[in-house]
């Protein structure tokens, strides 16, 4: 069996900012890959069903054509996370591994410390508040070639989350390449953010089933100017606050408790803890795991994005 070794390119990714979590671990990914020279080089695991001993068996798998193999657990819950650890007890150097986790782990985590003492390094993603949120706002903005005069309009009818702002970002930018001029008024009717009441109309409508109300908002949004990747992921943050919420249930933690620890508004809190009552975690971590796989889609170029989202949600 090979031994553990200092030289195991092993990253762990962690925190509630799942966004900036899930685009740092494309960025690695994406690196790696390029000294691939086959398929077999790269292997994605889903989160569900995945266990220590199927971990394991990935990581020790030895690479076939390529110099290395390139590992990515992804979307694993931060309750779960614990029970992986066994699964790096032995990371040959011919192994690279990326762990994603949706949710912040302590430094006493099993996980953390395994992934520690394979050599690797875990990164926390905090959830980005206030100034924090925009400078990042700012960064991004420069980076797409958008003016700076964007940014405060963008930051004061968007709602306050880096996926959400980003997407927003990158349909003025797409905007702007095209030739038209980004005035004031062509933003404000371009951000999605004045729409907000439809958005919460739509996710009061996903769970426990989606009903019919939920394909007419949902098409509303999209044909009013929102991508519908952004409506996609509008739905997945709803789902993952009612996940959460779900989770603390069942450690026994009550309305009131959640309404002061959780950064959501008490009233968001409040709606997801009356639609966790109504359904399980099992339902929702597929859900979840539907809407990544209609993101990659669309993204890939597989399926169209607004036909995509109508099957969306027939799948949810």
């Not at 959400?164 to 062509?186: C, F, M, R, W």
Request: aromatic share 6%; charged share 25%.
């Amino acid at each position: 069996m090979p031994k553990s070794s200092a030289s195991a390119m092993v990253v762990l990714l962690h925190g509630e900012e799942r966004h900036l979590v899930e685009e740092k671990a494309r960025g690695i990914i994406d690196d790696w890959r390029r000294e691939l020279v086959s398929d077999f080089g790269y292997e994605p695991l889903d989160a569900a069903g995945l266990t220590a001993g199927r971990l394991q068996d990935a990581v020790l798998q030895a690479p076939f054509l390529d110099p290395y193999r390139v590992v990515w657990a992804r979307g694993i819950a931060a309750a779960k996370a614990e029970g992986l650890a066994p699964g790096l007890a032995e990371v040959p150097a011919t192994t690279r591994l990326v762990l994603t986790v949706a949710g912040r782990l302590g430094q006493g985590n099993k996980l953390v410390k395994a992934v520690t003492a394979a050599g690797g390094r875990a990164e926390e993603s905090p959830r980005l508040k206030g100034r924090a949120l925009s400078d990042w706002t700012a960064r991004r903005a420069d980076e797409l070639g958008l003016p700076r005069t964007v940014v405060g309009q963008v930051t004061r009818v968007t709602h306050a989350d880096v996926g959400v702002i980003d997407s927003e970002l990158h349909k003025l930018a797409a905007y702007k390449a095209s030739g038209s001029k980004l005035t004031p008024e062509v933003v404000a009717e371009l951000l999605a953010g004045g729409r907000e009441d439809e958005v919460f109309k739509l996710t009061d409508n996903l769970l426990p089933r989606p009903t019919a109300q939920a394909w007419t908002v949902a098409r509303n949004l999209y044909r009013s100017g929102i991508q519908p990747t952004s409506v996609a992921y509008r739905m997945a943050r709803h789902l993952a606050l009612v996940l959460e919420v779900r989770a603390r249930q069942e450690r026994g933690e009550s309305l009131a408790f959640m309404q002061a620890e959780m950064s959501e508004h008490s009233f968001v809190v409040q709606k997801a803890f009356d639609a966790a009552r109504e359904v399980d975690s099992e339902r929702l971590e597929a859900a979840l795991r539907a809407i990544r796989d209609y993101e990659w889609e669309v993204k890939s170029g597989q399926v169209d994005a607004e036909l995509g989202l109508d099957v969306l949600l027939t799948k949810l």
